[in-house]
């Protein structure tokens, strides 16, 4: 699947077999196209576990990510078929107008700077953090739901009498207004989270549980 918008690009490829017979590849394929059609698309790492908690009833064999705009482009390619004796092979290739980077799980790693009169202590915390960016591609699995977010749900499921649609446009807003209501009878979820007033909208509202909100959107409905 692909999309091309506003001058950005972005292609996924995925290759997996099911793990039961029982899986709803209708929704799965909704939530792919709901994914690539209306989400930002910038940071990889997002884009990697959102699609692997979407795929998740799939055994993964191959995926690749592609994602470009104007001089800058980043591509992610993981392949678990042992066709050539070598497991879990890993590409991560960045190209932008200050550097090009390529990091080969087998063959290593290959950085060109395009500027040579750049600033040594910036290229070495560049690389550091480039560095700590691809151990993280290379190892990110699916989003893991934790007691909170489990709590949230059954809180929501008790107040609106339905099932959360993470990918609804409207959840975000449908969770703060629940979680104020609740506020003023003294219920709460077990973790740190604040209001504050919202002038776009006039209404208080919670970075935290906005934060939370975003994080489930791989599970559409639960």
């Not at 290959?110 to 750049?118: M, R, V």
Request: charged fraction near 30%; aromatic fraction near 12%; glycine fraction near 4%.
């Amino acid at each position: 699947m692909a999309r091309e918008f506003d001058g950005e690009s972005f292609e996924v490829r995925y290759e997996g077999i099911p793990k039961s017979k029982n899986i709803d590849e209708i929704e799965i394929n909704r939530m792919i196209r709901d994914f690539i059609d209306n989400y930002k698309h910038t940071n990889m790492l997002e884009n990697v576990t959102i699609l692997r908690t979407i795929l998740s009833d799939y055994i993964e064999t191959g995926l690749e990510l592609k994602y470009s705009k104007k001089d800058d482009s980043e591509t992610v390619i993981y392949n678990h078929i042992y066709n050539t004796g070598l497991a879990n092979w890993f590409l991560f290739i960045k190209d932008s107008q200050s550097y090009k980077i390529k990091y080969d799980s087998i063959l290593g790693l290959k950085l060109n700077y395009f500027n040579e009169a750049g600033n040594i202590k910036k290229y070495t915390e560049d690389l550091s953090e480039i560095m700590k960016y691809i151990s993280d591609l290379s190892s990110a699995g699916p989003i893991v739901i934790n007691d909170t977010d489990k709590e949230l749900i059954e809180i929501y499921k008790l107040f609106y009498k339905e099932s959360p649609d993470f990918s609804s446009k409207d959840i975000n807003i449908r969770v703060q207004t629940m979680m104020i209501i609740l506020a003023e009878f003294g219920i709460a979820l077990d973790c740190d989270y604040a209001f504050n007033l919202w002038e776009k909208v006039k209404m208080p509202v919670s970075l935290t549980l906005e934060a939370m909100v975003k994080k489930l959107y791989p599970f559409g409905r639960i």
